[in-house]
């Protein structure tokens, strides 16, 4: 492995060492000593001859310019030869040096090349800040991780799980937003040493209380042997991470792998072009479908978690908040709970029942076959809760009752088994 | 690789600190100006071992601060394409690892991991060869090549390779 066969292109750019040893050395020629002069030859041992057993006698300058200058010959016409009696060789170089100009450039690390160093200036690809700044990575390397991990997922008998975190796995509330009714919280915090055991957190430097949903540290637990975890929040890095270490201070679940609002590609919408997994191998846990309208398919919609009040209000309800109720979600039989034997289902019908190669699978055909077991064998009719004009097929309700499995109709018969209605009133039920 | 040279900055002091520890003052504030900072000529300066010279102060029109030009001694780290550096990786995912070398971040992509180590997921991620023999974690040690280098105002970026002769783990911290 020699120097020649390394820079193809002899750069003299000061980025290239040999180089700009060579400068160095040839600017320096005025200020050397004995000591130096015996350091510098066997450094350059290649051009090792009669001239160094010289330099260590001589001292004068004129002496010393004259050996560098014979040096810096001697280098050259080392690599003279190598050049002119190997064309052969050279060609080969030449050729080498091509195939690293046609260089794929798969990705970037601080505008670099992650595979030939060269300085890129394009912007094509995807930014993954989460993971590590600098880095991007091209559409094509991104196609190709994905298939490689996948493969690899899928041998260990894992999905991918994206979950979002507010109102899904956490609530949070700005200090200042708290109620009267819940400062009784603010004596009751886990202490921030020992997270592991804690639900309710006080984060001072963030001016933020968050409280874990029941269930959440064994939802995790049970769901990472099944599922490689991504966190995908609408909240800024800071805040993500700070609630990553919440819910994971072994970094056991998550890893590097929580992705901010700053991380996305598009604002206001998530998107799975920054998770590194095959769609067809993802599913999302979320309390917002607005967010996701691109992967409606993958997206499993969660109730909301709102124990601050500040919570509640946001979304318009009156009621009183379960932390002024002084109350909560049920631990085993909440809504992380029964998410979770979903997930179970999920996970059990993708690698134990389906027949067919595990290529062709995907996962978004398990869940339509799961949601469509929910109101399996029931008919709805549906009374006062369409307008009258209202084409009754196309409203949002009468679908999601179709997607989770049941048959509607717009007329009573003797098969219907519900009836939905918006309030009891003289004309609404008519003979049942 | 590391060098001892001499540089030189203009050093602008507020009337304040002049008196008896003027030039202490001054050194101060060198050391905290300029140590810890990058440049891409001389790349990152570690720490100033000495002051070669301060040269005499110029009062600025308008202001009353000075501007002294002061030659110091430092210590400074650059890495070079080409070089080989040893590193301690810091973190491993599936597109490869990042390493450290001081103030420097060096990225390894898996395209220059060695065709034998595959990616292994886990709690603990790493890349291992099919017989188990060597493996690379959270903090191992490295020897690798630069084949790129980045300076900007605050840290320098580096690509790497491992798939060279003599490059890879030295001291796996399972069994040291």
Redesign the interface.
């Known amino acids: ?1 020699s120097l020649v066969t ?2 193809p292109v002899h750069s003299s750019s ?5 180089a ?1 040893l060579d400068a160095e050395l040839d600017s320096k020629s005025s200020d050397s000593s004995p000591n130096e002069e015996g350091a510098k030859g066997e450094f350059d041992s290649d051009s090792s001859d009669s001239s160094t057993n010289e330099e260590a006698e001589n001292d004068s300058d004129t002496e010393n310019q004259r050996i560098k200058r014979s040096r810096v010959e001697k280098l050259e016409n080392l690599e003279d030869p190598k050049r002119s009696t190997s064309n052969g060789s050279l060609e080969q170089n030449l050729g080498a040096s091509s195939s690293k100009d046609a260089c794929i450039h ?2 970037s ?11 890129l200036n394009e912007e094509t690809g995807v930014t ?1 800040g989460y ?2 700044k ?2 991007r ?1 091209g559409n094509d390397e991104i196609m190709r ?1 994905r298939n ?2 996948v493969k ?2 899928l041998c ?1 008998k894992k999905l991918y799980l994206v979950l979002d975190l507010d109102h899904t796995l956490l609530n949070s509330t700005q200090l200042m937003h708290m109620t009267l009714e819940e400062e009784y919280l603010k004596s009751q915090i886990d202490s921030l040493q020992d997270v592991s055991n804690g639900s309710l957190f006080m984060l001072d430097f963030m001016h933020m209380m968050t409280k874990l949903r029941p269930f959440v540290r064994t939802f995790l637990k049970e769901a990472s042997q099944m599922f ?1 975890m991504y966190i995908y929040t609408m909240g800024d890095r800071a805040y993500a991470l700070e609630m990553a270490k919440l819910l994971d201070p072994r ?2 679940y998550f ?2 792998r929580v992705i901010s609002r700053d991380d996305g590609t598009q604002r206001n919408q998530k998107g799975l072009d920054i998770v ?1 997994g095959q769609e067809s191998a993802v599913l999302i846990l979320d309390d917002t479908e607005t967010a996701w309208t691109k992967h409606k398919d993958n997206l499993i919609l969660m109730e909301r978690y709102h124990f601050f009040a500040s919570s509640c209000h946001q979304f318009g309800f009156n009621c009183k908040s379960l932390s002024e109720l002084k109350s909560d979600e049920s631990d085993s039989d909440g809504a992380l709970a029964s998410v979770l034997k979903v997930l179970r289902k999920i996970h059990h019908m993708f690698f134990d029942e389906l027949v067919d190669n595990l290529d062709g699978r995907d996962v978004r055909q398990v869940l339509k076959t799961v949601r469509k077991d929910v109101l399996k064998g029931c008919k709805i009719v549906f009374s006062r809760v369409f307008p009258t004009q209202f084409q009754a097929e196309n409203h949002h309700l009468w679908k999601m009752a179709e997607q989770l499995g049941a048959t509607c109709s717009r007329e009573l018969d003797p098969s219907v088994t519900h009836v939905v209605s918006q309030k009891l009133g003289p004309r609404s039920l008519v003979g049942l | 690789m590391f060098f001892h040279i001499v540089l030189e900055r203009n050093m602008q002091l507020h009337p304040r600190y002049f008196g008896r520890n003027l030039r202490d003052n001054l050194v101060s504030k060198l050391m905290k100006d300029v140590e810890g900072t990058c440049s891409g000529r001389h790349g990152f300066v570690v720490a100033i071992t000495g002051i070669e010279n301060i040269g005499k102060g110029l009062i600025r029109d308008g202001t009353g601060f000075v501007t002294f030009p002061v030659k110091y001694q430092c210590v400074v780290f650059r890495p070079f394409k080409g070089e080989i550096l040893e590193a301690v990786v810091t973190m491993v995912n599936k597109m490869g690892f990042f390493a450290e070398a001081g103030p420097v971040q060096i990225f390894v992509s898996n395209h220059l991991i060695p065709d034998d180590m595959e990616f292994q997921s886990g709690d603990m991620p790493n890349y291992t060869t099919s017989d188990g023999s060597v493996k690379i974690q959270k903090d191992s040690e490295v020897r690798l090549k630069i084949i790129g280098t980045r300076v900007d105002a605050t840290e320098i970026f580096c690509i790497g390779t491992i798939k060279d002769d003599f490059l890879g783990v030295i001291n796996d911290p399972a069994t040291a």
């Not at chain 1, 000061?14 to 040999?18: H, I, L, P, Q, T």
């Not at chain 1, 690390?109 to 300085?119: E, R």
């Open positions: 492995m390394d820079s000061s980025d290239d060492f040999a700009f798969p990705g690390f601080g505008d670099m090349c992650i595979l030939c160093g060269q300085k993954f993971i590590h600098g880095l990575l991780l490689t991990d690899n997922l260990h490689e970094r056991e890893n590097a590194l």
